[in-house]
């Protein structure tokens, strides 16, 4: 009888282990990015990007910060793009990259509080349930929707 508990102490302590470090080891470099597929090519969506952020630069991130959208070099997989909430002094951290030929990957990263960075944290991963849904709703509502009608537009204009 206690070989038959101590073996259930152990399976217990096993699964609740398993279960607490689980999240903690998810595969990818980004594994709790929220990603949106957008029906056009790589570089479409960064013009389009780029050009939103020219045409509405309240979401330009402050120079202090030192953070600059694109590629880190060459090998980069990632499109790195930058957007700030004046209104809540907040920088969004995304992503792009390409899924198909004519797909591409944009992915809601993280939020950094403020402008001194280090104040991050990932979407998905770092908020309650209602907060993680109010901040992907207010980032598809200012930012993917507006570039996705944009995109729209233009394949409408061509």
């Known amino acids: 009888m206690k070989t038959f508990n101590l073996f259930t102490r152990i399976i217990l302590v096993i699964f609740l282990l398993s279960k607490i470090t689980a999240c903690?080891?998810?595969?990818?470099?980004?594994?709790?990015?929220?990603?949106?597929?957008?029906?056009?090519?790589?570089?479409?969506?960064?013009?389009?990007?780029l050009d939103?952020?020219?045409?509405?630069?309240?979401?330009?991130?402050?120079?202090?910060?030192?953070?600059q959208d694109g590629r880190d070099d060459e090998k980069d997989?990632?499109?790195?793009?930058?957007?700030?909430?004046?209104?809540?002094?907040?920088?969004?951290y995304a992503w792009t990259r390409p899924s198909e030929k004519e797909k591409t990957s944009f992915a809601f990263v993280g939020i950094n509080n403020g402008l001194i960075l280090g104040n991050w944290k990932e979407i998905n991963k770092d908020f309650s349930g209602s907060e993680n849904e109010k901040e992907k709703k207010k980032f598809e509502e200012r930012i993917l929707d507006k570039i996705k009608e944009k995109l729209k537009n233009k394949n409408l204009n061509n």
């Open 24 to 49: 903690n080891f998810a595969p990818g470099s980004y594994p709790y990015a929220e990603k949106y597929e957008v029906n056009v090519n790589e570089s479409e969506l960064v013009q389009a990007i």
């Open 77 to 92: 997989h990632w499109f790195h793009v930058y957007f700030y909430f004046p209104e809540e002094n907040q920088i969004i």
């Open 52 to 67: 939103f952020k020219k045409n509405n630069p309240q979401y330009i991130v402050p120079e202090q910060t030192q953070l």
